[in-house]
């Protein structure tokens, strides 16, 4: 039977780059060795990171000025390092959830952390609004997209102090204006490659204002100024993230990404509201088109099991919500067709018909 795979991440991928990935695996670039085992200094190696990073930057749109770095440790690394980088005296976060929330522990063992806004009071079912970001802040931390909770920030915030924003499951799913930040990082595993790889998007002459010593690795100026090559990197990681960005560019780029996830996502919702069985956890004007998170409704509350097994009749895998929400969640990265959109739209109808 054919799989519909809503998976929050690691998540699916183009049909295209996991193909290209196999063949690499057994024959990289006519070599006749397998990607698994050639070196990351090597010609075809460095010219497949070097495209890698140009091609993140055409499709981010970057101005001068900016960087694309390819490193380790997922983004719950990028949350000390942010601080380790940029943090003198005091920081700025908006927490949305348990990502911000992780962000922000990690950034107190630095300096001091205001926590502008949060929305706990409602598990963070919705974005916080009119907060002020104080403007002796070193920087003001988002996370864009709430993986977890379903809501995302889709206008970038106007604040006075450097904008950071984590976005490890909306990347590359709409454009960004990327002079409005100083720095963008995220997992790559949501939206781009296999889990292994981070990325971020630096203000290169941002880096390098703190006081405190910085290890090599921690310094994002080591890998601005090695191109990603200081140490290691995850090569098989790589080589997918570009054959994600050759996709997202053979299919119109960001701005039809965009595009895609509005009508696939609002074919969802529309159902969600639709449907007496089910209802949408989010408040409507802060809705993620990434990850789209609904419960059954209060008096169908005990049906949640029937669903997920009819859900699963219909070939759909990963839709059981994170536990801090219960009920699905259905992630609608990029390559995600709206064909199984559709097939889960289907499923609510039937389940509904069926009583
Ligand atoms: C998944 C996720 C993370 C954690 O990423 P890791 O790469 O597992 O460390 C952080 N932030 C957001 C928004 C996420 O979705």
């Keep these: 039977m054919k799989k519909h795979n809503f998976y929050a991440g690691p998540s699916i991928l183009p049909q295209e ?3 290209a990935t196999a063949d690499a695996i057994l024959n990289y670039a006519g070599t006749g060795l397998s990607i698994l085992e050639v070196s990351h200094r090597g010609a075809e190696f460095i010219e497949t990171l070097a495209q890698a990073e140009a091609l993140f930057g055409e499709l981010m749109d970057l101005p001068a000025g900016y960087k694309v770095i390819f490193v380790g440790g997922g983004a719950s690394t990028q949350f000390f390092h942010v601080p380790y980088n940029f943090l003198q005296h005091k920081a700025a976060y908006l927490d949305t959830g348990s990502w911000s929330s992780k962000a922000i522990k990690e950034a107190k063992l630095f300096g001091e952390v205001t926590v502008v806004a949060s929305s706990a009071d409602k598990n963070y079912s919705y974005i916080p ?5 104080p403007a002796d802040a070193d920087y003001f931390h988002i996370t864009s997209n709430n993986t977890i909770f379903g809501t995302e920030i889709l206008q970038d915030p106007i604040v006075p102090v450097p904008l950071i924003a984590d976005m490890s499951s909306d990347i590359l799913s709409r454009p960004v204006d990327v002079s409005k930040y ?7 595993q949501k939206n781009l490659a296999p889990a292994g790889l981070t990325f971020a998007i630096v203000k290169v002459d941002a880096l390098g204002k703190v006081d405190r010593p910085l290890p090599s690795m921690v310094d994002y100026r080591t890998h601005v100024g090695k191109d990603s090559a200081f140490n290691t990197p995850p090569v098989v990681c790589i080589f997918t993230a570009l054959q ?5 560019k053979a299919n119109g780029g960001v701005a039809a990404m965009e ?3 509005i009508e696939k996502s609002t074919l969802l919702y529309d159902e969600i509201d639709r449907n007496k069985f089910f209802v ?3 408040e409507a004007d802060s809705r993620s088109r990434m990850n789209i998170t609904f419960v059954m409704a209060p008096e169908y509350a005990e049906l949640e099991k ?6 699963a009749e219909h070939g759909i895998v990963g839709i059981k919500g994170h536990r801090s929400v219960g009920g699905f969640r259905a992630s609608n990265y990029n390559a995600l067709p709206m064909e199984s959109m559709q097939v889960l739209v289907d499923a609510m109808q039937a389940f509904e018909k069926a009583h």
């Design 17 to 19: 780059a996991i193909q």
């Design 129 to 133: 609004t009119g907060y002020e970001v």
């Design 182 to 188: 100083t720095l963008i990082y995220g997992g790559a």
């Design 244 to 248: 994600t960005l050759k996709w997202i």
């Design 259 to 261: 595009k895609r996830a």
């Design 280 to 282: 949408g956890t989010v």
């Design 306 to 311: 029937e669903f997920l097994a009819l859900a």
